[in-house]
């Protein structure tokens, strides 16, 4: 599915996702993901579903990115003319966990780093692994940073989508979302960007 839409507002307010087919793979087999480990503890709260059964996160396992290897810092050069904040590499599975179950959740939340997300999955997690986004009761459908719920009850889905391997994807992670079904590990390599950014700007005029 891909998204097209003229106004710069509507799509950071409104738009959830975009697929770029035209932005080339990255360098991936070229870079160290293991050199600098952040264990992300911040979404290991609790939350209670539909029904009234209590979930609790999947906790966030990063791995900072270096632009030091040549090939990976002239493609982002070249393509994004290095106008992005932050480079990670994010894992998530149930058997990361410390009490290990069947399967996982991100729970609903924004992000507080960014304001959008440029993903490139390796690994969904899941033939059935979903990221969906969601409306709070009494709340805007753009929340921006760092809003979070306590319970499904109050939630209205918005749209749900399977977000491709080996595609580029842009998230509005301003915009209430989780991801759903996670059974396996879920590899995402995550170029972060602020609203502000001349590359997002450029992309949504």
Same mark, same amino acid.
């Given at each position: 599915?891909?998204?097209?839409? $003229?106004?710069?507002?509507?799509?950071?307010?409104?738009?959830?996702y /975009?697929?770029?087919?035209? =932005?080339p793979p +990255?360098p991936?087999?070229?870079?160290?993901?293991? *050199? *600098? /480990?952040?264990?992300?503890? &911040?979404?290991?709260a609790?939350?209670?579903?539909? !029904?009234?059964?209590?979930?609790?996160? =999947?906790?966030?396992?990063r791995? *900072?990115? #270096? #632009?030091?290897?040549?090939?990976?810092?002239?493609? =982002?050069?070249e393509?994004?003319?290095?106008?992005?904040?932050?480079?990670?590499?994010?894992?998530?599975?149930?058997?990361?966990e410390?009490? /290990?179950?069947?399967?996982g959740? @991100?729970?609903?939340?924004? $992000? &507080?780093?960014?304001d959008?997300?440029? =993903?490139?999955?390796? $690994?969904?997690?899941?033939?059935?692994?979903?990221?969906?986004?969601?409306?709070?009761?009494?709340? +805007?459908?753009?929340?921006?940073?760092n809003?979070?719920?306590?319970?499904? $009850?109050?939630?209205?889905?918005?749209?749900r989508?399977k977000? +491709?391997? !080996?595609?580029?994807t842009?998230?509005?992670?301003?915009?209430?979302?989780?991801?759903?079904?996670i @059974?396996? @590990?879920?590899?995402?390599?995550q170029?972060n960007?602020?609203?502000n *950014?001349? /590359?997002?700007?450029?992309?949504?005029?």
């Amino acid at each position: 599915m891909y998204l097209y839409l $003229d106004s710069y507002k509507l799509f950071k307010y409104q738009m959830k996702y /975009v697929v770029y087919p035209d =932005l080339p793979p +990255p360098p991936i087999d070229g870079l160290d993901i293991t *050199s *600098s /480990v952040i264990a992300d503890l &911040g979404r290991c709260a609790t939350v209670t579903r539909e !029904g009234g059964q209590r979930v609790t996160g =999947l906790r966030n396992h990063r791995y *900072s990115l #270096s #632009s030091q290897n040549q090939n990976w810092s002239n493609w =982002l050069r070249e393509n994004l003319g290095f106008e992005y904040s932050k480079i990670l590499m994010s894992h998530h599975g149930p058997e990361l966990e410390i009490v /290990v179950n069947p399967v996982g959740t @991100i729970i609903p939340h924004t $992000d &507080g780093i960014r304001d959008w997300g440029l =993903l490139w999955v390796t $690994d969904t997690g899941g033939e059935n692994v979903q990221t969906v986004f969601w409306q709070e009761k009494d709340h +805007p459908i753009y929340r921006g940073r760092n809003a979070n719920v306590t319970t499904y $009850d109050t939630l209205t889905e918005v749209y749900r989508v399977k977000i +491709p391997v !080996g595609r580029w994807t842009l998230l509005n992670v301003g915009v209430l979302h989780s991801v759903e079904n996670i @059974i396996g @590990i879920r590899k995402v390599l995550q170029i972060n960007f602020e609203n502000n *950014s001349k /590359v997002i700007k450029k992309w949504c005029s």
